[in-house]
Nanobody, 123 residues
Framework: QVQLVESGGGLVQAGDSLRLSCVASRRTTSSYAVGWFRQAPGKEREFVAGMTWSGASSMYADSVKGRFTISRDNAKNTMYLQMNSLQPEDTGTYYC????????????????WGQGTQVTVSS
């Protein structure tokens, strides 16, 4: 069982940056992958970025490529999402999620979810 806790959300203006953190409750193995997802009001949850704990693989949604960067600190059991040049369309609740084995962008593939952290970008 893996418990995940996100933090770092907030209210910012367009063009600002935020860094989200996702702390895992226990040490994960290199066979796990972590994804960041977001959900805007009235919309489906969508994949944003993901990385394996080993760092061997990473993946980004087209909408965030070049603006968002995912990274990890294995010693702290923490995955980060650095978000730069934020836009109003980035507004939503951001979740981190974990799954074993292969990194994917499919929401239903992930078994463990955090409670979410709100990101609001004003224009």
């Amino acid at each position: 069982q893996v418990q995940l806790v996100e933090s770092g959300g907030g209210l910012v203006q367009a063009g600002d940056s935020l860094r989200l953190s996702c702390v895992a409750s226990r040490r994960t193995t290199s066979s796990y992958a972590v994804g960041w997802f977001r959900q805007a009001p009235g919309k489906e949850r969508e994949f944003v970025a993901g990385m394996t704990w080993s760092g061997a693989s990473s993946m980004y949604a087209d909408s965030v490529k070049g603006r968002f960067t995912i990274s990890r600190d294995n010693a702290k059991n923490t995955m980060y999402l650095q978000m730069n040049s934020l836009q109003p369309e980035d507004t939503g609740t951001y979740y981190c999620a974990a799954k074993s084995l292969k990194l994917t962008a499919t929401t239903d593939d992930y078994n463990y979810w955090g409670q979410g952290t709100q990101v609001t970008v004003s224009s």
